[in-house]
Every structure is written in C-alpha cells, then in structure tokens.
C-alpha cells in the first residue's frame, strides 16, 4: 500500500476506485488477524447479572403499564370532560329562551293568547248579562 | 455460550415482545446477552460497568420494541444500542482513551505494509498467550478502530450493518477495519519478534 493511500485512510478521505480496489485486496490480505480476533474469549454474564436484569425489566414493565393504565384514565377523562362542555356549551342559554319566546308571541298567527282570554272572558259576561246563560253558581260543600 | 435466531424466530419473538410479552424478551436477552456483553466489556474496559450498561441495552430494547422497524436485523439493532451506550459512557466520564490514535498510527507507515499472509505469531504462541496479547492489543484501539474491528471480525457483522451502527459510509468502515487489524499486527508482531511480556 502506497503512502498516499494510508494518508487517505487515516484522515478518512474518500478514495479512489482503484484505490478502493487497493484497499479491499489488503483486508483480504489481513485474514489471519481476523481469525485471531474472532476467536479472543466470549464473556458470559453472570446469574446474578440475570436475576438483576430480570428485576430491573420486571420494574420497568410494570412501570410502563401503571404508565399505560394512567394514561387510558386520563385520556377517558379527558373525553368525559370534552363531552360534558360540549353539552353544556350546546343547551340554549336563558336569554335564548326568552328571545325564542318572543319570536314565538310576535309570530304567531291570530290573536296572541291574552287577547283570545280576554274576548272569551268578555262574551261571557255579556251573555250572562243579556240572560243569555245563567250566571255560574258558587257551589259551596255542604249547603 | 452462543445461541443463534434464525430470521424466522427472530421476527416472532419481536412480535411477541411488541405485545409486552415478558417471557419471549427473555429468549432473546438469552440470544444476544454473551455477545453484547462481550462487545460492551471490550469497549469499555471495565467489568462493573459493562455489566450495567449491558443491562441497559436490554432494558432500553425492552422498553423501545415498539419502535423497531424491522429495517435493520434485530442483532444490529441491538449493537447499535450497545455502541451509543458505550460511547455515551466514555463521552460522559470523559474518558478519551484513544490510546493509539489515528495520527501516531502515521508514524509508523512501514509496519502497514500488510500483504503478508506468512503472519502467523499462533503458531509461535501458545493459544492463551497469543489471545492474551490480541486481546490487550485490541484494548489498545481507539474507540472508532475497535468499534469496527470488534463488529467485523468478532461479531461477524457486514460492512453495512456496522456502517448503520456508527452511522459513516462503508468506505470509512473499511479503512478503519483496515487500520485497526493492522495496529493489531504490528502489536503481536512486536511481542513475539521481543518475546516481551504481557
């Protein structure tokens, strides 16, 4: 391998395609170091490594559904919550019932209904006036 | 001891894991634990942490299943994890042991004149002498040249996969498994042409 192309390597420049062809055919050139690498020691855990492991997973995992379990509460409080200021928001207010009221009075077709009273209440009277009909008796119990 | 996951039985332990399921997390914690220890042991030279952090990789797999994407295999994924633990470690207790950097590899340029396939110092060692010189060799790495090397040659992870866990182009992978292997062999070459100890 040339200067050139170790500089390259180790300021990590891009190469050229020969120069790339260089430097796999020098990797294939290090199999004996590979070889070597692969067969340093495995490193086994311990048990007590495990059962710690498997606890701090445990509390993390119970964790994680407490977290899930609050997260389902607030969520359906929420849209409780929504639901209820939607109702609330959406019933006519108190000045609406009484605009709607009027709009009902002041629409309506004929007399409004203090009128038709006073006219039946009115005729009544002249009937019973001209002796047209008997004047109502008060009934009183037990006389 | 190591155990292997076909793809097959790999994809339904995720599945089963995704659906929180505590049991099947332990079959892979089973599968990779030895392996990411090991990894996690080399990179940071410190067995009391690595036990911890290798905890960590599990317990933060465990937790973020759910955003495993199937795009890389789960082994990669969990390397991936391991290599930005450990590199948050060594960041946060601002231990910077790139003991044979990449600079004062430079001074050296006539020992990486490595087209030699007579290397073959085992044969001058005996077997626990010689691991026990590329082990304290491979020690010796930067943390980017024994990343690499400790991805390709001990884990046997592709050139893509190991640029998809440090995240550099395949080329930069190469060079640095370029550079690391050859640190490698000036360093046993030396202890055996020495006969030194270790």
Redesign the interface.
Known sequence: ?N?KL?????G?Q??TLEE?LT?????E??????R??????????SLA??S???Q???V??KA??KSLVLRWIGGASLVTACCAMFLVLSRPTVKDDISNQHYVLTNSEGPAVSDALFTAHREADMESGMGIMEPVADVKPGL | MRRQLDAAAEQALVDQCRRQDYEAFGKIVDAFQSRIFGFVKRMLRNDEESADVTQEVFIKAFQSLSKFDGRSSLRTWLFRIAYNLCIDRVRRSERALDVASLDAMGTELEAFDLADSRWNPGALLDESDFLEVVDKAVLELSEKLRTVLLLHDKEDLGYEEIANVVNVPVGTVKSRLFLARAHLQKAVTKYVQTGGSI
Not at chain 1, 6 to 10: C, P, Q
Not at chain 1, 36 to 45: F, I, K, M
């Open positions: 391998m200067e170790f500089e390259k390597l180790i990590e891009p190469v790339a430097l796999d055919q020098a990797l050139a290090q199999v004996e170091v590979r070597a690498v692969s067969s340093l020691r495995e490193s086994e855990p490594w495990r710690e492991l498997n701090r997973l445990l993390g995992h994680a559904r």
